[in-house]
């Protein structure tokens, strides 16, 4: 899917979140967003997905203008939203029922998905049964198992609150599933590694108002494997990343609060 | 497990003490009288008692159920859109104040003192209660399950169905408050109009004199509320084994646990 960002901006009553924000992405390119806290990736996740509107510009979905949510593009939140009163196995199963899936072939769907990543003893918890990191990957393997037509994926620091080891677990468990069915992912996160580690290209943006100041293509073949984490090739891009969102850091007697 | 001692302790202790005010005759016989006695109107009087008590616990129950449906409904369509609540939520809030025992006369003037009149009421206020229960509890949910059920595909009515209604269901203490009102104004209501039944069993004894049978009326009445209490009660947490134990605690399903 090719999504097209132009001239995005958004102001909350005065203040101005987002400033005219514009990039693209190809099909099944994994673009992963990195910028300060506070620089407007969880609004402009939320304009993209529907559930905001921006003050001005346009988002447009292979050619269609989008204006309200809808079942094309996915959101993974900052926070789980996972349903409370489902079992693993019912979340997982919630979108394909909706997609109009046999009860029998969505079961098995769901089953073998979950599997996959090591959460078949975990079938029938129910979510606050779970651990963060469980009900994380829970919410990505509900994502991701939607395929044909397999919807934009808006992902908003899904791995925030995992420790160094899961989270590189999941990253791995991330790649396998996005080789396995292609999509296009827009992957907001703090973690300059990890931004460096998933994706095929890194947007980097400046403090609030948020805009775009710099793009970097990352350049290893897939699939990566941990070898590459350490690798002196990927600290080098991170690096860079760090002093890209570096200089684009006002001086601390230029703060002020917007 | 203690502190379910404790009330035993507590209903022994009243109970004595009903034994010993109206055992050492403090008071008239007629003011309160003793537990013998009321046992020994039972006994007397338990082929009228129990179609009393059917009549009553069936209104109040067929009432209480009516109104919940209602009130379901009513919450849903207020939830739905702003065209809805702005019609609904009016006509709640206007009938939800005003007590419905204040209303009993103008009933009897348009309907009669008929079984449809004292359901009508009792249907009603329960209704009120619950739709506002009801329509609190769905604007509340957490918005990002309804987000993630647009995102994945949900349509309107799959949303309130397969997520939002269950999600509310620890939440309905307003059945509970909806289940004692039903009692208290079907009792009302049987006064006004309704030989058979406790209340009317009331107003029997009360002109006689009759003060055991007011007060055996009186503890039937408590009993089937309380039964109703627990048994609506069980049903919800029943459907809420999906909650955190937090959860339940904080909507009154699972006793906190005391700080000492
Ligand atoms: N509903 C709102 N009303 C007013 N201001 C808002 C609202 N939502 C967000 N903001 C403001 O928009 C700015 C950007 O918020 P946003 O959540 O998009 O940041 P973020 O880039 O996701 O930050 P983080 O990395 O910490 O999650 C913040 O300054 C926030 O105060
Ligand atoms: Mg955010």
Same mark, same amino acid.
């Given at each position: ?160 609150? +995992?420790?160094? #080891?899961? &989270? ?11 080789? $396995? =069915?292609? /999509? ?49 090739? +990927?600290?080098? #891009?991170? &690096? ?11 001086? $601390? =007697?230029? /703060?002020?609060?917007? | ?260």
């Amino acid at each position: 899917m090719q999504l097209r960002i132009s001239h995005l901006s958004k102001s909350f009553q005065a203040n101005a979140i987002l400033s005219d924000v514009s990039f693209e992405t190809n099909d099944t390119e994994f673009v992963a967003i990195v910028g300060p806290s506070g620089c407007g990736k969880t609004t402009m996740l939320s304009i993209i997905a529907g559930f905001e509107n921006a003050t001005s510009g346009s988002v447009s979905l292979d050619g269609r203008l989008l204006s309200s949510a809808g079942s094309d593009r996915l959101m993974i939140f900052q926070d789980s939203a996972l349903f409370p009163h489902l079992t693993t196995r019912e979340n997982i199963e919630f979108g394909l029922k909706h997609k109009g899936m046999t009860s029998h072939h969505r079961r098995q769907l769901a089953c073998s998905a979950l599997d996959a990543v090591g959460l078949g003893p975990f079938l029938h918890y129910f979510p606050f049964q779970l651990s963060g990191g469980m009900r994380k990957l829970v919410e990505i393997v509900r994502a991701t198992i939607l395929t044909n037509p397999a919807p934009l994926l808006l992902c908003d620091e899904a791995l925030g609150q +995992l420790d160094a #080891l899961t &989270r590189a677990h999941t990253q791995d468990v991330i790649q396998r599933l996005w080789m $396995e =069915s292609p /999509r296009t992912v827009l992957w907001v996160t703090h973690d300059l590694e990890e931004a460096c580690y998933c994706a095929d290209r890194i947007i980097v943006m400046s403090p609030r108002p948020g805009t775009v100041t710099a793009e970097l293509t990352i350049p290893f073949p897939r699939p990566r494997d941990s070898m590459l984490r350490t690798s002196v090739e +990927l600290q080098v #891009l991170r &690096r860079r990343l760090f002093d890209l969102l570096d200089a684009a850091e006002p001086d $601390e =007697s230029e /703060r002020r609060p917007a | 497990m203690k502190a379910r001692w404790f009330g035993v302790l507590t209903t022994m202790g009243l109970l004595i003490l009903w034994i010993a005010i109206s055992g050492l005759r403090l008071t008239p016989e007629l003011f309160l009288p003793s537990p013998a006695r009321v046992i020994g109107s039972l006994w007397i009087n338990w082929p009228d008692i129990v179609y009393d008590t059917a009549a009553t616990g069936g209104r109040a129950l067929l009432g209480f159920a009516a109104g919940s449906m209602l009130g379901l409904g009513l919450g849903v369509l207020m939830s739905w859109n702003r065209l809805w609540f702005g019609f609904l939520d009016v006509v709640v809030e206007s009938v939800r104040p005003v007590p419905a025992v204040a209303a009993i006369p103008f009933m009897i003037l348009w309907l009669g003192p008929t079984l449809l009149a004292q359901l009508l009421l009792i249907t009603l206020s329960c209704g009120c209660v619950v739709a506002v229960d009801v329509y609190i509890a769905i604007t509340t949910v957490n918005p990002l399950m309804v987000r993630a059920a647009q995102c994945l595909g949900a349509s309107r009515s799959a949303l309130y169905r397969e997520v939002l209604l269950p999600i509310i269901v620890p939440r309905l203490s307003g059945l509970r408050i909806a289940a004692a009102l039903s009692f208290a104004i079907t009792v009302a209501a049987e006064f006004a109009g309704a030989q058979w039944s406790l209340g009317g069993l009331i107003m029997r004894a009360r002109r006689s004199l009759d003060t055991e049978t007011i007060m055996l009326a009186m503890l039937i009445v408590g009993v089937l509320a309380r039964a109703t209490d627990l048994t609506i009660r069980s049903i919800l947490r029943r459907l809420s084994r999906w909650a955190e134990p937090t959860t339940l605690a904080l909507y009154g399903l699972e006793r906190r646990e005391h700080l000492s």
